[in-house]
Structures are given as C-alpha cells and as structure tokens.
Antibody, heavy 120, light 108 residues
Framework: EVQLVESGGGLVQPGRSLRLSCAASGFTFDDYAMHWVRQVPGKGLEWVSGISWNSDNTGYADSVKGRFTISRDNAKKSLYLQMNSLRVEDTALYYC?????????????WGQGTLVTVSS | SSDLTQDPAVSVALGQTVRITCQGDSLRSYYATWYQQKPGQAPVLVFS???NRPSGIPDRFSGSSSGSTASLTITGAQAEDEADYYC???????????FGGGTKLTVL
C-alpha cells in the first residue's frame, strides 16, 4: 500500500524558513517523480514543485520560484521542500504526491498534507 | 493562456448522468487529469490521459476531450460522488502546473 506522510509544517513568521518532509513507503521510491501541491483551506489546488526520479529535473510554480527548493533522498525514500522567505500567501496545506512515472505530470497518490501557517 | 476554467458548481439527480467540463488552451495539446476531493480528505486521481481510470475507481467515471475542452462524465451518479472535482494539465515543461478552480458536484 502506497503511503505518503508529510511533516514539518507549523506556524512561522513572514520571511523565515521551513523545511517540509515526506516519507514514502509501499512502492519503489526511486522509480517515480514526486510533487508538492498546496491548498489554502477552502480554496483550490495549486501545484508547487516537482522533481524527477533521479533529481535531474525540477520544476517550480512562478509563485515560489527562487524561494522554494525541492529535493529528494532516494536512499531514505524521502521528499523535501525547503521554503525560504516565506510570505503570508504561502499559508496552505501542503500535499506530497507520487507521480505515475519517473518524470511525469500525474499525481497518482497523495499524502494527507501538512499545514503551513505564515503569520506574525 | 495557462488557465483552466471550470464551472464552480454542478448538480445532478441520483442515478443520472453529469458532465463536468474544463476549458483551456493547454488542453489542445495535452490531456486533462481529473481529481476528486471530498471534504477533509486528500485529492484522489479518478481519470487521466486518453482513457486511464485507476484501479478502484468505478467505471461510471470516464473522460473525454475535444479541442480546448475536457470533460469528466459520471454515468449514474451516486451519493458518494458528491465532491469537488479538479482538472489539471501539464505544460511544455512537463509539469502539471495548471489546475482548474474546481467544480463542486452536488448529488440530489
């Protein structure tokens, strides 16, 4: 059974940093691309970032480019999102998602999310 | 345009057929992906590509596409289908950058 468990969320002041983690199990982690998708409570989904199976290819939404960095550790079966220079508008539930392929664009499985609140 | 447009809300009588649509220029080049999200839960993939329904998704869910419009059809809607539905598309970078605003489906 595929399991994705996010952690690292919390309350942080504007301008500060936070690192999210996603622990994966139930599948061969290094065979698949991974994504971060966020959702402001009560609002729609926003793709944040993605990374290919071997980390050679990464992508970012314009809203986070230059501030967020996605990475993965295949040995630890873990996905990360380093979030710097956080803004109030980054407040959201952050989901980790497994892609259907090594470098695709379909989020096949999702974790339950970790809540990030940016507020002074 | 990189935007995908969905009707905010759609309703259907129990057992009837409903079509949820998604419009956007990217759909002329790439297939839509559809996600279902129930309150308090993570999204679930329900349809992708030309004709891909994940295992465990009932066959009453189907997808289609024409020009800049993609559709998710539920044939014989059930009470448990009441949820928010989001369409999504990749762009030329290969990443799924664009989500529609979501359609809230009510089953009457």
């Amino acid at each position: 059974e595929v399991q994705l468990v996010e952690s690292g969320g919390g309350l942080v002041q504007p301008g500060r940093s936070l690192r999210l983690s996603c622990a994966a199990s139930g599948f061969t982690f290094d065979d698949y691309a991974m994504h971060w998708v966020r959702q402001v409570p009560g609002k729609g989904l926003e793709w944040v970032s993605g990374i290919s199976w071997n980390s050679d290819n990464t992508g970012y939404a314009d809203s986070v480019k230059g501030r967020f960095t996605i990475s993965r550790d295949n040995a630890k079966k873990s996905l990360y999102l380093q979030m710097n220079s956080l803004r109030v508008e980054d407040t959201a539930l952050y989901y980790c998602a497994k892609d259907m392929g090594p470098s695709g664009s379909i989020c096949e499985y999702w974790g339950q999310g970790t809540l990030v609140t940016v507020s002074s | 345009s990189s935007d995908l447009t969905q009707d905010p809300a759609v309703s259907v009588a129990l057992g009837q057929t409903v079509r949820i649509t998604c419009q956007g220029d990217s759909l002329r080049s790439y297939y839509a992906t559809w996600y279902q999200q129930k309150p308090g839960q993570a999204p679930v993939l329900v349809f992708s590509g030309k004709n891909n329904r994940p295992s465990g998704i009932p066959d009453r869910f189907s997808g289609s596409s024409s020009g800049s419009t993609a559709s998710l059809t539920i044939t014989g809607a059930q009470a448990e289908d009441e949820a928010d539905y989001y369409c999504n598309s990749r762009d030329s970078s290969g990443y799924p950058r664009v989500f529609g605003g979501g359609t809230k489906l009510t089953v009457l």
